[in-house]
């Protein structure tokens, strides 16, 4: 398809390089979506868990409830603010590298066990279409996959961040 010249993304003829000023963006912007989600089944979770009682006490009186999504918070939460320092490096023009990296994986995966356990949290209605957190697990485990692997970061992490020898 031919595209009009006034639509070109930087210099001509260095396409690929346009292609990699996206990959830090794509990594923050992943990592506050699953920031987004983690915060939205703990709303609903800690919402239920105030809600519904079993035997004439709230589930989420109980430490078996409460601590791990207390932990779930948590871990989002430092989701959040790796985020955030990723995006204001990126948007202050410094390398951001790192932090996007870093964000995309602790965002993976504090949103993926925050799901887990807001559906830990409402038992058998954690299955139902009706509080739709089931529906997410698609795509919050799709973010430990793309758009680029906890391993490939792992080795971003090894190599660039640790100076170990790069291993691929
Ligand atoms: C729905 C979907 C959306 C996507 N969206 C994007 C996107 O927006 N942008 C983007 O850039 N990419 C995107 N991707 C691609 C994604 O980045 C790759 O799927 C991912 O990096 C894994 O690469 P692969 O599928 O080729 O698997 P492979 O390279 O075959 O890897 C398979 C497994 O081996 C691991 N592995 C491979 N090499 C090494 C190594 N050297 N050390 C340790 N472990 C290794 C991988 O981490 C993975 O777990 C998307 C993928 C999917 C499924």
Redesign the pocket.
Known sequence: MEIPEDRLLGAQGNGFAQVFAGLNP?RIVVAYMAVGFGHYALDIASSYARDRKVWGVPIGAHQGIAHPMAIAKINVELAELISSKAAWLFDNGYDASESANIAKFQGADAALAALDQSIQTLGGNGMSSEFGLADFWGVVR?YK????????IL?FISQHSLGLPR??
């Open positions: 794509e799709l996959t793309a758009p680029i692997s906890r391993e490939m080795n291993s691929y």
